[in-house]
T-cell receptor, first 113, second 113 residues
Framework: NAGVTQTPKFQVLKTGQSMTLQCAQD?????MSWYRQDPGMGLRLIHY???????DQGEVPNGYNVSRSTTEDFPLRLLSAAPSQTSVYFC????????????FGPGTRLTVT | GESVGLHLPTLSVQEGDNSIINCAYS??????FIWYKQESGKGPQFIID?????DKRQGQRVTVLLNKTVKHLSLQIAATQPGDSAVYFC????????????FGKGTMLLVSP
């Protein structure tokens, strides 16, 4: 199993550009989530999904969209990038929404200029 | 690149010492807790978890203690090794509807040979 994979590893965007961060898992996990990590802030939840077709907002959802059309994939879309979205983004998955460890991908480092 | 360890509390120990990393959690209704280890440039990696009906759980070289009275969680690492150097995060499941983990800001552990 590859586990949780994320692409790209690094990305530089100009303010106002859009892009999609890709996340895939091959463990047949029903629960997937996106976090951003900023220095001194820990990990903050952006959006999560408890199964295909079901998504919900986390702590910091503004400026991001998600969809979940398959169990395996959970892309994160930035519609109009802002410098405040400069961060490291992690995707995670777990077997179930409740009480199970989350497996994290390697992260995408995004810089918005 | 910028380190996620900037501005974090730091624990410095000698190789072979026992390390104790502490975490105060916020919600008395939280029912599940996890410790993660994050090495520089990588995603968080699961170490150990504990449910609220327990006060202690042991793994290989690690022990987690849960004190619900004062909402405190600790991670003990026995015979700390240089490879244990990383940022350690505690996370709680606040048990409010769908499971979402809330992460602490992290503690950097530095192990010198």
């Amino acid at each position: 199993n590859a586990g949780v994979t994320q692409t790209p590893k690094f990305q530089v965007l100009k303010t106002g550009q859009s892009m999609t961060l890709q996340c895939a898992q091959d463990m047949n996990h029903e629960y997937m989530s996106w976090y951003r990590q900023d220095p001194g802030m820990g990990l903050r939840l952006i959006h999560y999904s408890v199964g295909a077709g079901i998504t919900d907002q986390g702590e910091v959802p503004n400026g991001y969209n998600v969809s979940r059309s398959t169990t395996e994939d959970f892309p994160l879309r930035l519609l109009s990038a802002a410098p405040s979205q400069t961060s490291v983004y992690f995707c995670a998955s777990s077997y179930s929404a409740v009480g199970f460890e989350q497996y994290f991908g390697p992260g995408t480092r995004l810089t918005v200029t | 690149g910028e380190s996620v360890g900037l501005h974090l509390p730091t624990l410095s120990v000698q190789e072979g010492d026992n390390s104790i990393i502490n975490c105060a959690y916020s919600n008395s209704a939280s029912d599940y807790f996890i410790w993660y280890k994050q090495e520089s440039g990588k995603g968080p990696q699961f170490i150990i978890d504990i449910r609220s009906n327990m006060d202690k759980r042991q793994g290989q070289r690690v022990t987690v203690l849960l004190n619900k009275t004062v909402k405190h969680l600790s991670l003990q690492i026995a015979a700390t090794q240089p490879g244990d150097s990383a940022v350690y995060f505690c996370a709680e499941n606040k048990n409010s509807g769908y499971s979402t983990l809330t992460f602490g800001k992290g503690t950097m552990l530095l192990v010198s040979p």
